[in-house]
Each structure stands twice: as structure tokens, then as C-alpha cells.
């Protein structure tokens, strides 16, 4: 529950839509969660998952399909062979700008 509450104060904190005052709050207060709970983000970079595309689903899906997944084999298969680690952990998002629909790579660990 912290880290889904860390990430949405972190959107509200770059929200071009928020006044400096209420993203400068989100700010502060997603810092004291992640030192509360002992997380920080590896890299201030995203990770896209390479040949792992995400969509909203199309109108007419039954209400149980969240997205829709186009997997480029060799495009993913080559992503992969570039990571290190046995797990690879991704969360699928949704672009505030845009709206596009992307996964990228969970970044968020808890410090040591």
C-alpha cells in the first residue's frame, strides 16, 4: 500500500496540472513515506520493457481484461538477454501526458 502511495504523490508531485504548492506537499510527503518505509527508487530513469507493448482494452472487452499485450518476440528476447538478475519485475502504466499505456521496470527497492 506505501509504495502505490509513494507513486501516486510522486504523479501528483510532476503533475504540470498542480500548483508549485501542491506538488512541492506530494514532494515532501512521498519523501517521509519512502524514508518511513525504507524505499528508494534505483534509478530516476525509466526502464522501458523493450517488445513489450501495453494498450487499454477496446470498448467492447468484457470488464475482466485490463490491458492488451502485443509481445515483439526478438525485440523482447533480445531486452532480456541485456538484463541481469534472475526476476525481472515491471509495472504496467499509464502515460499522464499522453495516455499512451507502457510497462517498464519496477524499480523500487527497499534500502539496505
Known sequence: ????????????????????E?????RNMAEKLMQKHGYHRSSKEKIFVKGFYVREPKPKKPPWVLFELSIRREELLRWLE????????????????TGN???EVDQWEKKK
Do not use: H
Open 82 to 97: 541485456e538484463q541481469q538478475g534472475e526476476w525481472i519485475n515491471a509495472q504496467v502504466c499509464k502515460s499522464k501526458d
Open 22 to 26: 501542491e506538488a512541492a506537499t506530494a
Open 1 to 20: 500500500m506505501s509504495k502505490d502511495k509513494i507513486e501516486s504523490l510522486l504523479r501528483k508531485a510532476k503533475d504540470p496540472a498542480s500548483t508549485f
Open 101 to 103: 499505456w507502457y510497462a
